[in-house]
């Protein structure tokens, strides 16, 4: 996590990992309104608008009435607000590959295998073999 928060700090536009989230949940979700967007971000609506305040003001997002419903208003990223999220990911990328890079291959396929079992166990798979305490013998 650390790796990840140092990478969002290091390129202007300098962004908060809530921002960043937000900004990746618009770029999933184009259109979305601002209390999907609470919902997807764990925040309060009020939170959330204040937000998005900051992110359109500073011309990473956007915020327009929908076509089918002209009461509603949805939020896109700007080209700025993409570019910025692009160029975020691509710096997680390298230093992501920099410390990889350093770790012995072996090492790196127990991660991945790690990593794998981590995934279907979020998922709910339990085919896997079970963690946690071991009964006493």
Same mark, same amino acid.
């Not at 997807?40 to 359109?56: K, M, Q, V």
């Not at 590959?97 to 991945?112: F, T, Y």
């Given at each position: %996590?650390?790796?990840?928060?140092?990478?969002?700090?290091?390129t202007p536009?300098?962004?908060?990992?809530?921002? *960043?989230?937000?900004? *990746? *949940? *618009?770029?999933? @979700?184009?259109?979305?309104?601002?209390? =999907?967007?609470?919902?997807?971000?764990g925040?309060?609506?009020? #939170?959330t608008?204040? @937000?998005?305040?900051?992110?359109?003001? #500073?011309?990473l @997002?956007?915020?327009? =009435?929908?076509?089918?419903?002209?009461?509603?208003?949805?939020?896109?990223?700007?080209?700025?607000?993409?570019? #910025?999220?692009?160029?975020?990911?691509?710096?997680?990328?390298e230093?992501?590959?920099? $410390?990889?890079?350093? %770790?012995p291959?072996?090492?790196?396929?127990?991660?991945?295998?790690? @990593?794998?079992?981590?995934?279907?166990? $979020?998922?709910?798979?339990?085919t896997?073999?079970?963690?946690?305490?071991?009964?006493?013998?």
């Amino acid at each position: %996590m650390d790796l990840w928060g140092r990478a969002g700090q290091s390129t202007p536009p300098r962004l908060s990992n809530l921002q *960043v989230r937000a900004l *990746v *949940v *618009v770029l999933r @979700l184009p259109g979305i309104n601002l209390t =999907r967007l609470a919902e997807e971000i764990g925040t309060g609506a009020p #939170a959330t608008s204040r @937000l998005c305040d900051r992110l359109e003001a #500073a011309g990473l @997002l956007k915020r327009r =009435r929908l076509e089918d419903n002209r009461r509603e208003i949805g939020l896109t990223l700007t080209l700025h607000g993409q570019e #910025a999220i692009n160029r975020l990911h691509d710096l997680r990328s390298e230093a992501a590959r920099e $410390v990889l890079g350093r %770790m012995p291959s072996d090492q790196r396929q127990n991660l991945l295998d790690g @990593l794998r079992a981590f995934a279907k166990a $979020v998922e709910g798979d339990d085919t896997g073999p079970q963690a946690g305490p071991r009964p006493a013998t």
